[in-house]
């Protein structure tokens, strides 16, 4: 049974490429019809949004916390906002398509009247989120879907193995003042890894994939300490807290999270092998030789204990950051 589009979305936009797929939803590239701008437009399932994962708009009442992310905070490192949508079965979340295509274009495949199964965009420590899509939608009785190689800062880094210091500090610091934007509208994106920051051909990234974000009581006025039990983000880049499933504070967990992805951006692999190389703290020495101001850096961010972790303030005036 397929499913129709919201007319007045069909009426601005022609859709195109399938650009990923996970649980929650999918992600298919679009036209503006009257401009011929390039899209990404995310299908979210409306079932599938949990129960923390809402939040209520001043204009649209309830909508998932990735739409009002997106549509309430803007920042040169977050992927622009242009639209939403919503029908009884999808939201539809328009936005700025960024990046360049870094892998070799993927074998093709026609998908008549849906999209493929795709691999997921995020797991849990408690779930998979691979899945197939059992609500195809098409635009017309029939369509079409191909399926667009990544842009994103994972197939950036396989692409080049490793970047330059002086490459991966700018990179980094796009990422580093983002999230201090987020930070200061009490915003936690509680999935920061390489696959969810699209990167382009001058190496500008944007931070992408909001779905797991969360808005903590201090963006209220309230500074009781906020405490969460539940993981969304992606097990290698979860810390030693979260994989002991303790309680934890989000602002530090980001900052391991953060840790992981410059090591990554720096040698071009992980720092743990494994679950419990990451409880222990000590990561692999890294065989590319970088500034003992970095390594500093690196190993802060990496501390076993969260609150030895610098806060993302701290990161930013880091020395690494001031040569």
Known sequence: MHHRLHPGFLAKYALGEELGSGGF???????ERRTGIERAVKFIFRHKVPAHAWVRDIEEGPIPMEIYVLKNVRHPGIIGYVDSYQDESFFYLVMELHGTQWSSPLETEAFPGGVPHSPALSQTSEDSYTSSIDSPIEEYPTRVFTRRTSCDLFECIERHH???????????????????HLDSFGICHRDIKDENIVIDDRYKVKLID?????????????????????????????SPEILMRQMYR?????????????YTILFGEVPFHDPQMAISGRFAQPKIKVSSKCLHLVSCMLERSPDKRPSIHQILTHPWFRD
């Open 25 to 31: 939803g999918f992600v298919v590239s679009a036209h």
């Open 162 to 180: 490793n970047f330059e210091e002086s490459l991966a500090k700018d990179i980094f610091r796009q990422i580093i003042e983002c999230v201090a």
């Open 210 to 238: 909001f779905g797991s974000a969360v808005i903590l009581p201090r963006h209220y006025g309230q500074n009781k300490p906020c405490l969460f039990n539940k993981f969304y983000g992606t097990i290698s880049f979860a």
């Open 250 to 262: 989000a602002e530090p967990a980001e900052i391991w999270s953060l840790g992981v992805l410059l």
